[in-house]
């Protein structure tokens, strides 16, 4: 398993801007952003290979983008446009299969959280 640590969440307006951050103890294969809101079932954001191939849910494409630096283990998440119902608890994770799915249940590691609240 492999340590995953989030930071970069915080409160920000309508239309503003965030950037998610996660600190792995290790190189690994497929690294994923998921969120959860109360209430409701955590949702996947978008996944990123080690090789840079990128695949995010049709409702995240545009406003996020996920990137990783394979050189430091860290992924990041750039979220912008946020609106009030991207607040969430953002949570990073990962797993080392040679494949990548935006699917909760393939992820063996998974960080802390980090909370993301967006106000009108």
């Known amino acids: 398993q492999v340590q995953l640590v989030e930071t970069g969440g915080g409160s920000v307006q309508s239309g503003g801007s965030l950037r998610l951050s996660c600190a792995a103890s290790?190189?690994?294969?497929?690294m994923a952003w998921f969120r959860q809101a109360p209430g409701k079932e955590r949702e996947a954001i978008a996944y990123?290979?080690?090789?840079?191939?990128?695949s995010y849910a049709d409702s995240m494409e545009g406003r996020f983008t996920i990137s990783r630096d394979n050189a430091k283990n860290t992924l990041d998440l750039q979220m912008n446009s946020l609106k009030p119902e991207d607040t969430a608890m953002y949570y990073c994770a990962a797993h080392d299969r040679t494949w990548c799915r935006r699917v909760s249940y393939d992820y063996t590691s998974w960080g802390q959280g980090t909370q993301v609240t967006v106000s009108s």
């Open positions: 290790k190189s690994i294969y497929c």
């Open positions: 990123i290979t080690s090789g840079g191939t990128a």
